[in-house]
């Protein structure tokens, strides 16, 4: 699998696993970090999640969302 092709994966499941979560006032997706971790970082420099070294957690920016759900929409058109 290539790189490109993990990243969305995991950006996806990423965005289908994660739960809402406030913080001051605003509303965030955040899932758990549970993916390798050189994915993640890419994820990072792209702008599509937020993640500290501290937390567990990973938080999506809103391109992710949006790319995550482009992803999710061509996949509905796949024939398994």
């Known amino acids: 699998m290539n790189n490109e092709k993990l990243k969305d994966l995991i950006l996806t ?6 739960f809402k979560e406030r913080i001051l006032n605003e ?18 420099s792209e702008n599509l999640i937020y993640q500290t070294r501290k937390s567990k957690s ?9 790319k995550a759900q482009r992803i999710l929409k061509v996949l509905e058109n796949v024939e398994w």
């Open 27 to 44: 509303e965030i997706l955040t899932s758990w970090k549970g993916y390798p971790f050189e994915v993640l970082n890419d994820l990072e």
């Open 58 to 66: 990973v938080r999506l920016s809103d391109e992710g969302i949006e």
């Open 13 to 18: 499941v990423v965005y289908e696993t994660a």
